[in-house]
């Protein structure tokens, strides 16, 4: 079947603008995670969604990170006001319950 | 919270040697370490875990123990292949609601040399 799927694969932004980066989880997934991965780092945990609970924020790096997960299906990660030390690459990430972690292949960003 | 070191950065080995990387985690807690590789441009692919229960798992080549009391745990690649040559990421997290939840490594740029 599809695996989790992200877009845009790329994102240009200037500095001060707001984006919107979207991840489709795979099907019957209830569990969705956003991390975020610097230019030669690892992997930083952002925030995470099971089911219908309230979510996992406790990654986000300020108040300018939010994220919303609709009918517990497609999720939507918003910076606001983008700096520079926002860019990065955005990996959403989805598992069925207590099972591995499947990866997108992630967005891009960059801002200008 | 959860620290996650891991070594070595970078790591280079002659096919058919063997490769050895290890993590250390700081919360007792923790109970599911995977490991993930993770090629140029492409997305962490997950290789092998393990929870606290066993103290080590194999899947072919790739072999990962854990020592709980000492709270480390290593990855094991034996008779290495060019195409093993990635950047490889271990992780841990406290399993039960927050399983995904995982704190990574800095991870280590394995170059297999044919």
């Known amino acids: 079947g599809a695996g989790v799927s992200q877009s845009p694969s790329n994102k240009v932004t200037e500095k001060g603008k707001d984006v919107e980066l979207r991840c489709d989880p795979i099907s019957g997934h209830t569990a969705l995670y956003w991390y975020r991965q610097s230019l030669g780092q690892g992997l930083e945990f952002l925030i995470y969604f099971q089911g219908n609970s309230a979510p996992d924020k406790s990654g986000l790096p300020s108040d300018r990170f939010s994220a919303e997960r609709t009918g517990g299906s497609v999720s939507t990660l918003t910076i606001q006001r983008t700096q520079q030390e926002d860019s990065a690459v955005y990996l959403c990430?989805?598992?069925?319950?207590?099972?591995?972690?499947?990866f997108g292949n992630g967005t891009r960003l960059t801002v200008t | 919270g959860e620290n996650v070191e891991q070594h070595p950065s970078t790591l280079s080995v002659q096919e058919g040697d063997s490769a050895v990387i290890k993590c250390t985690y700081s919360?007792?807690?923790?109970?599911?370490f995977p490991w993930y590789k993770q090629e140029l441009g492409k997305r962490p692919q997950l290789i092998i875990d393990i929870r606290s229960n066993v103290g080590e798992k194999k899947d072919q080549r790739i072999a990962v123990t854990l020592n709980k009391t000492a709270k480390h745990f290593s990855l094991h690649i034996t008779e290495t292949q060019p195409e093993d040559s990635a950047v490889y990421f271990c992780a841990a997290s406290g399993g039960g609601t927050s399983y995904g939840k995982l704190t990574f490594g800095q991870g280590t740029i394995l170059t297999v040399h044919p």
């Open positions: 919360d007792s807690a923790s109970n599911y």
């Open positions: 990430a989805s598992s069925l319950g207590a099972s591995p972690l499947h």
